[in-house]
């Protein structure tokens, strides 16, 4: 249990870019390094978590949960939160001072644009268990993706999903 508060300490510490970003870190953790979880399991967690409402890094009551259970859950998901929510209590006013510098604003861009670029990482490390399952799921992600683009409801296309899954499962894939 300890280990699993402290590296979830050290997840939130550094889960620059929001959690998006810092997904690849919970996989090298959780699946890598200590294998709590296999990449199928992982991959299964960070869908759980983008469906629920929130932030994405309540992946870490999924692994706390895998981990050490009901404890483990709520563990984790307070370990994974108390560092940013104590340093964003306490930075409120030095950023609101900061912020009427012109090179504290250009560092805030560049900051977001360093932001992309890990969660174009954290799209690679997601795609791959997926494909591995199975290329069409892979597929089928990039049509809900363009379709959610063109204005489609959320909750038509987890309703669509759900349905296509039910399908493949009684078919025998």
């Known amino acids: 249990m300890a280990e699993l508060i402290l590296r979830f300490l050290v997840v939130g510490a550094t889960a620059f870019g929001g959690?998006?970003?810092?997904?690849?870190?919970?996989?090298?953790i959780t699946v890598a390094d200590t294998g709590w979880l296999t990449p199928q399991q992982f991959a299964i967690g960070v869908g759980f978590a983008y469906a629920t409402p929130?932030?994405?890094l309540i992946l870490a009551a999924f692994v706390g949960y895998y981990v050490a259970g009901i404890a483990g859950a709520l563990a984790a998901?307070?370990?994974?939160?108390?560092?940013?929510?104590?340093?964003?209590?306490?930075?409120?006013g030095v950023v609101a001072r900061l912020n009427r510098h012109a090179r504290f604003r250009a560092f805030g861009r560049f900051a977001a644009a360093a932001a992309v670029g890990l969660l174009a990482v954290t799209l690679v490390t997601l795609a791959r268990p997926v494909f591995d399952l199975h290329p069409?799921?892979?597929a089928g992600s990039v049509l809900v993706f363009w379709a959610?683009?063109?204005g489609l409801?959320?909750?038509l296309l987890l309703?669509?999903?759900?349905g296509a899954g039910a399908?493949?499962?009684a078919a025998g894939y």
């Open 19 to 28: 959690g998006g970003a810092a997904l690849p870190l919970v996989e090298r």
């Open 54 to 56: 929130g932030p994405v």
């Open 77 to 92: 998901t307070v370990a994974v939160f108390a560092i940013p929510v104590l340093l964003a209590a306490g930075s409120a």
């Open 136 to 138: 069409a799921l892979l």
């Open 148 to 150: 959610e683009c063109l």
């Open 153 to 155: 409801s959320p909750m």
């Open 159 to 162: 309703a669509i999903a759900v």
């Open 167 to 169: 399908a493949a499962g």
